[in-house]
């Protein structure tokens, strides 16, 4: 049982660059999320779905878009890169029942240069 | 607007003690409060969970206490191992979970 995958790993863009960070869980979960955790700080939410085709902003959304067009996947697209983005991305999900808590992905560091 | 404070960033007990983390929220709407658990290089892993009509959850060495007058919660782990060793995050929800800063704890043997 895989999880939530998230590749890649690591990551140095340069300023103005795009990426895309992947997402994928294999629970069929219907929620899914995206955090930054800078350092020293708490995770911060950029943006969630809670089901193929709907999304929604979080606290952090400026700079990031987001698609659900399937259950599984959970892509984040990072649009003309800001040193200010330079963060770890965490992507999590889970079940409605709140209870259970998300699962996380391992991360993906991006340094923007 | 920081809705979820660990003001402790970090805690160092020695084995076979209580450890205690602390927690403080401003969001009465906060109706669920989870304990986060997170090594290097991994992420975040659920620990425990307590909803606010609760003021004590129980799970193995894991209690979570929540004071809803003071909105505060903590988290006693008992007794503390090494292999508690990682940083703790408290996190609250309501339409969104939100996370504090973390608490580094380190188990000494």
């Known amino acids: 049982n895989a999880g939530v995958t998230q590749t890649p790993k690591f990551r140095i863009l340069k300023i103005g660059q795009s990426m895309t960070l992947q997402c994928a869980q294999d629970?069929?979960?219907?929620?899914m999320y995206w955090y930054r955790q800078d350092p020293g700080m708490g995770l911060k939410l950029i943006y969630y779905s809670v089901g193929a085709g709907i999304t929604d902003k979080g606290e952090v959304p400026n700079g990031y878009n987001v698609s659900r067009s399937t259950t599984e996947d959970f892509p984040l697209r990072l649009e003309l890169a800001a040193p200010s983005q330079t963060s770890v991305y965490f992507c999590?999900?889970?079940?409605?029942?709140?209870?259970?808590?998300?699962?996380f992905g391992s991360g993906t560091r991006l340094t923007v240069v | 607007d920081q809705q979820v404070k660990q003001n402790s960033p970090s805690l160092s007990v020695q084995e076979g003690r209580i450890s205690i983390l602390n927690c403080d929220y401003t969001?009465?709407?906060?109706?669920?409060f989870l304990w986060y658990k997170k090594y290097p290089a991994e992420g975040p892993t659920f620990l425990i969970s307590i909803s606010s009509i609760k003021d004590k959850n129980e799970d193995g060495r894991f209690t979570v206490f929540l004071n809803k007058s003071a909105k505060h919660l903590s988290l006693h782990i008992v007794p503390s191992q090494p292999g508690d060793s990682a940083v703790y995050f408290c996190a609250a929800s309501a339409q969104d979970m939100r996370f504090g800063a973390g608490t580094r704890l380190t188990v000494k043997p």
């Open positions: 999590a999900s889970s079940q409605i029942d709140r209870r259970y808590g998300y699962t």
């Open positions: 969001n009465s709407m906060f109706d669920y």
């Open positions: 629970m069929n979960h219907n929620y």
